[in-house]
């Protein structure tokens, strides 16, 4: 919360205490965004496969009973 005095009215540990809080939200932000920003790349690039694909370069499949 944003306190509505000029600094120069407010004591030193409202200005700290204010401060903390604008860090605190940047970074709040900062994580916000950057786990969105992984999320998007893990659903273009999945990591599970279905049972009948293989994750090896051989480029033979294996076929699986179902």
Do not use: C, Y
């Not at 204010?18 to 690039?45: N, P």
């Amino acid at each position: 919360m944003s306190n509505p005095l000029s600094p120069e009215l407010m004591t030193a540990a409202e200005r700290i205490a204010e401060i903390a809080e604008t860090l605190a939200v940047g970074v709040l932000r900062l994580r916000r965004r950057q786990s969105a920003s992984r999320s998007s790349q893990l659903e273009k690039f999945p990591l599970d496969f279905s049972a009948d694909r293989s994750v090896h370069a051989t480029g033979k499949r294996r076929k699986v009973a179902r």
